[in-house]
């Protein structure tokens, strides 16, 4: 059961895991988390990287030297891979990385991220309430008690309600944009990479609600 700290650090309450992703229901999903995390991470190559094949490069055209009679071994360019400045073998050439994966098996793979980081608790709750911080040393000591822990704490995700962009979240990132081990991002912009990837997650309780929402199985009437 998640731990609903206040604008100080301290823990005021708990509050009960949302129904989305209790009872286990990242059970068995491992591969499709494997098949989110893969393609989120081959969308953002650029796949820009290209070298040049030997009719590509520029000059060799003449034969360095006559077929025989020299001692040396014969070569008929000097652009072959072999030569200085030559072509490149099997080099990269600019391609498209681009992997598709439905939506439903995308869904479902961030609701098991979400439910192994409740089932793990690694999920935290951050009230709003009289949430004004003016120094970053404010939400350094939030989050991780010190500013000189929060060079050594776990890598922290805060995760506000797309609807807060403007008010809790202008504060987060405002505060905590200088703290190397501390994300900051909304609901909207949440993916599985960052779920996965953070030792720890803080919510904002909207953010909680939002995604309990976002995530609920719609009942079938």
């Known amino acids: 059961m998640p731990s609903v700290i ?16 209790a009872g286990g229901a990242g059970t ?10 893969f393609r989120e991470l081959s969308n953002r190559r650029a796949g820009t990287a290209s070298t040049l094949r030997r009719d590509e490069v520029r000059g060799g055209g ?6 025989k009679g020299t001692g040396r071994a014969r070569q008929g ?9 030559g072509g490149v073998v099997f080099g990269p050439k600019p391609r498209n990385y681009i992997v598709s994966l439905n939506k439903k098996e995308r869904k479902a793979a961030m609701r098991a991220a979400l439910s192994d980081r409740f089932a793990s608790n690694s999920i935290t709750v951050l009230s709003t309430d009289a949430l004004d911080f003016e120094k970053t040393r404010d939400f350094a000591a939030l989050l991780f008690g010190s500013v000189k822990a929060a060079k050594t704490g776990a890598r922290t995700l805060v995760v506000y309600a797309e ?20 994300g900051i991002t909304h609901t909207g912009a949440l993916d599985i990479k960052d779920v996965l990837g953070y030792g720890r997650l803080v919510l904002t309780t ?4 939002t995604l309990g929402a976002n995530f609920a199985k719609r009942k079938v009437s």
């Open 6 to 21: 206040d604008a100080k650090g301290a823990v005021v309450s708990d509050v009960p895991v949302p129904e989305a992703f």
């Open 28 to 37: 068995g999903k491992s591969n499709s988390m494997f098949r989110a995390v």
């Open 62 to 67: 003449r034969k360095p030297w006559k077929q």
């Open 77 to 85: 360019s000097t652009r072959s891979p072999q030569w200085r400045h």
């Open 163 to 182: 609807s807060e962009l403007q008010s809790v979240g202008a504060v987060l990132h405002r505060c905590g944009g200088n703290l190397q081990k501390v």
């Open 206 to 209: 909207t953010a909680l609600d």
